[in-house]
């Protein structure tokens, strides 16, 4: 079983709707990170959550640490989120590593 | 902003062949990282460090090595080159275990 788990594997929706991808994890965790990649493939940081709740823009990213789980929202989606998210655990422990999701494929449609 | 740069993005080797795949930063970050990314596969740790003069494996650091004789540059050679060893490789960067920086990845193919 992989340490860290996204549901669902690929999501499509339409323009408009509220998103939500799910991370869930089996290790004990310094910070979680959200990540988006782009279809061109570049990579970059959206949100590093310790704990609570964040928010920018029109994306939200909670995490409940006694549940091991986080959620990536987007309200009133729109194509150009169209993207892979990946969730990425930062283990406690001697020697701090990431440990990535597969990512979720987010296709918003016009 | 440089942020984290990466060199070549794209590299076809053929079996046996070496090259060194390079990443710089220009934040003053202590940790980097390399990853690789195969099709439909999440990223993988190969290997990261913490600081310079120190180095870890990560998940798949085998046909892989690093070194960090500066902040940095972070250097990733392979020795021996495998059609295994096709895959995107990124190399990542954070002060402390921050924000993450991410270069635009190279694409590497073994033939």
């Known amino acids: 079983k992989n340490e860290v788990e996204q549901s669902p594997q690929n999501l499509t929706a339409q323009e408009g709707e509220f998103i939500t991808i799910n991370c869930s994890y089996s290790v004990g965790i310094s910070a979680l990170h959200w990540l988006q990649q782009h279809p061109g493939g570049g990579i970059v940081s959206l949100f590093m959550l310790s704990s609570g709740k964040k928010k920018h823009g029109r994306l939200i990213a909670t995490i409940n640490i006694q549940e091991k789980h986080s959620s990536l929202h987007i309200t009133a989606s729109h194509p150009r989120d169209s993207a892979v998210y990946i969730c990425a655990v930062l283990t406690q422990g001697g020697s701090e590593k990431l440990v990535f999701g597969k990512g979720t494929k987010l296709t918003v449609n016009p | 902003n440089a942020g984290v740069t990466q060199t070549p993005k794209f590299r076809i080797l053929k079996i046996g062949q070496s090259m060194t795949l390079q990443c710089t930063q220009d934040m003053n970050h202590n940790y980097m990282y390399w990853y690789r990314q195969d099709p439909g596969m999440g990223l993988k740790l190969i290997y990261y460090s913490v600081g310079a003069g120190i180095t870890d494996k990560g998940e798949v650091p085998n046909g892989y090595n690093v070194s960090r004789s500066t902040t940095e540059d972070f250097p990733l050679r392979l020795e021996l080159a495998a059609p295994s060893q096709t895959s995107v490789y990124f190399c990542?960067?954070?002060?402390?275990?921050?924000?993450?920086?991410f270069g635009e990845g190279s694409r590497l193919t073994v033939l």
């Open positions: 990542a960067s954070s002060y402390q275990a921050g924000e993450l920086f």
